[in-house]
């Protein structure tokens, strides 16, 4: 009887252990998924950390009051640093004699036309404004008259940029990417290129005279120094689309792609790109524009009044939180000088470029 009664609690416990498996296995299940899952909770919380940039210790750039709300397109000065202009659409020109502190619009007689101003440079007195539909404007004193210089009814597309490079010189591109030179007040123009490379989605000059150009639908762009007869052809090299390419103040070639992506060419081979990298990965805004103040003080700036700063040439960025209130996109950074700097942003946005104690 106790040989039987003891078999019958055996099989009873065995019963009971074999009943709680399941459960055991659900917890086990349980208990391992919740350690995944807070684990990847915390890679997820670090890429987060990492995906934003950290936030500028400074912020050297004030919105100075200008009295429009055009799209600005472009800013030059004169020889006097503190006489400068501005130009931009709805035939938009303002001018400045406190060195941007503060603006004034001037009127232009151009009969019932609204143009685009694309682009204006000085060297010295001497100046130049290029716009849309095809308009090219001339001055030798300082701006205070302009005079209409003729285009060609067979220019390729409409001027587009212009250089200013001393006196009676200067180099004209148009939408197309044709480019011109003349050496005589723009009496007569040279042909700089055999043909045009088409629309362009943005074109730049570098300070030794070469251009590289982003096709309208940034999926290739083109290059060309003094001395070639046409543009040479490069696609891009990753699938992102290009936004806008330029030259920096060490000879490397940079390029802003779509999704807020940035590369620069090798400073050993020019033809080689180093790995792509992205400045901000959590912002969803492009980037739109760069430009160097020094050669390792770089400036970014793009949608939404997204403006980044690299202070080691482009190895890690910073951020500039002050200007994100800024209600506008930043398409253009310039640098008259490493003291005298202006970023362009839509509905008549400017920014001034304050040298902060440290960097003084």
């Not at 940029?161 to 148009?174: F, W």
């Not at 940079?254 to 959590?282: C, H, I, K, M, Y």
Request: charged share 20%; hydrophobic share 35%; aromatic share 10%.
């Amino acid at each position: 009887m106790c040989a039987y009664l003891s078999l019958r609690e055996s099989t009873a416990t065995g019963r009971i252990e074999n009943s709680l498996l399941p459960v055991l296995d659900v917890m086990s299940y349980f208990v391992k998924t919740l350690k995944q899952i807070v684990i990847l909770l915390a890679i997820a919380f670090i890429c987060i950390s990492c995906s934003y940039a950290k936030p500028l210790s400074y912020n050297p750039w004030q919105v100075v009051p200008v009295p429009t709300e055009a799209n600005l397109q472009d800013i030059a000065f004169t020889g006097d640093p503190n006489h400068g202009w501005v130009v931009g659409s709805n035939s938009t020109l303002l001018e400045t004699t406190d060195g941007g502190k503060s603006w004034q619009e001037r009127k232009l007689e151009l009969g019932e036309q609204n143009y685009r101003f694309t682009s204006i440079s000085f060297a010295g007195k001497e100046g130049w404004i290029t716009g849309e539909p095809g308009i090219l404007l001339h001055t030798t004193d300082d701006g205070s008259s302009w005079s209409r210089i003729p285009l060609s009814e067979k220019l390729p597309g409409s001027p587009n940029t212009i250089v200013a490079l001393g006196p009676k010189l200067a180099e004209m591109t148009t939408t197309v990417g044709a480019i011109y030179q003349t050496k005589d007040a723009g009496q007569t123009w040279k042909a700089m290129v055999e043909e045009a490379v088409g629309v362009v989605r943005n074109i730049s000059r570098s300070e030794d005279g070469k251009y590289v150009a982003v096709s309208y639908k940034g999926n290739f762009y083109s290059t060309w120094e003094p001395g070639q007869s046409s543009w040479v052809q490069h696609q891009r090299n990753n699938s992102k689309r290009l936004q806008s390419m330029g030259f920096g103040k060490d000879g490397r070639l940079w390029v802003l792609a779509r999704g807020g992506q940035l590369q620069f060419t090798s400073a050993e081979d020019p033809e080689v790109w180093e790995e792509a990298q992205n400045p901000e990965f959590s912002t969803s805004w492009g980037l739109l524009d760069l430009a160097y103040r020094t050669p390792e003080e770089i400036w970014l700036a793009g949608g939404s009044g997204n403006l980044l700063c690299s202070l080691d040439g482009g190895k890690t960025w910073q951020k500039d939180r002050e200007i994100e209130s800024v209600p506008s996109n930043l398409y253009k950074i310039v640098f008259l000088t490493p003291e005298q700097g202006f970023i362009i942003g839509q509905k008549g946005v400017l920014l001034k470029y304050e040298q902060p104690p440290q960097t003084a």
